[in-house]
């Protein structure tokens, strides 16, 4: 099933338009996504703390609470500061098991101010789940919820 993501773009910036809480935003930007995007299992943010992600805002099971920067899916994507999207995760040198349903993943780094803040993780039970497009329009909806974050928070420590 095709995401219109240039629909679920216009829906976050309509969702997040009047809110300043970084805290509520995040939590509807991952409740959006989780019932916007087809076949996943799991959607969250990870928060940059030190040098590790802790566990934000999420819809799915319950997962890991901390990944060191350069473990994991998510620890690579932070630590490289790129988008990483894995067609395998059991063939991800390091992948680190959080739902062993989870086949296929793409992890977005989140940045305001130019400093990274976290990642969004989206999780699906199919293998090869995610393409370009689909990389790009989770891209895509990331820098948007990064423009807003930009606006409402004065200093990146006040984010989650």
């Given at each position: 099933?095709?995401?219109?993501?240039?629909?679920?773009?216009?829906?976050?910036?309509?969702?997040?338009?009047?809110?300043?809480?970084?805290?509520a935003?995040?939590?509807?930007?991952?409740?959006?996504?989780?019932g916007?995007?087809?076949?996943?299992?799991?959607?969250g943010?990870y928060v940059?703390?030190?040098k590790?992600?802790?566990?934000?805002?999420?819809?799915g099971?319950?997962?890991?609470?901390?990944i060191?920067?350069?473990q994991?899916?998510?620890?690579?994507?932070a630590?490289?500061n790129?988008?990483?999207?894995v067609?395998?995760?059991?063939?991800?040198?390091g992948?680190?098991?959080?739902?062993?349903?989870?086949r296929?993943e793409?992890?977005v780094?989140?940045?305001?101010?130019?400093?990274?803040?976290?990642?969004?993780?989206?999780d699906?039970p199919?293998?090869?789940?995610?393409?370009?497009?689909?990389q790009?329009?989770?891209?895509?909806?990331?820098?948007?919820?990064?423009?807003?974050?930009?606006?409402?928070?004065?200093?990146?420590?006040?984010?989650?």
């Amino acid at each position: 099933m095709t995401v219109d993501y240039q629909t679920l773009n216009n829906q976050l910036s309509a969702l997040l338009a009047d809110e300043t809480d970084a805290l509520a935003n995040s939590a509807n930007f991952v409740g959006l996504l989780y019932g916007g995007i087809s076949e996943i299992n799991w959607l969250g943010i990870y928060v940059l703390r030190d040098k590790e992600l802790v566990l934000g805002p999420f819809q799915g099971l319950p997962a890991c609470v901390r990944i060191p920067l350069g473990q994991g899916v998510c620890g690579v994507a932070a630590d490289k500061n790129a988008t990483v999207r894995v067609d395998d995760v059991h063939a991800f040198d390091g992948h680190i098991v959080c739902d062993p349903e989870s086949r296929s993943e793409v992890v977005v780094p989140l940045s305001v101010h130019g400093n990274l803040i976290g990642v969004l993780d989206i999780d699906s039970p199919r293998t090869a789940r995610f393409t370009d497009a689909d990389q790009a329009g989770v891209e895509l909806l990331c820098r948007t919820f990064e423009q807003k974050l930009a606006k409402d928070l004065k200093d990146v420590s006040d984010f989650i």
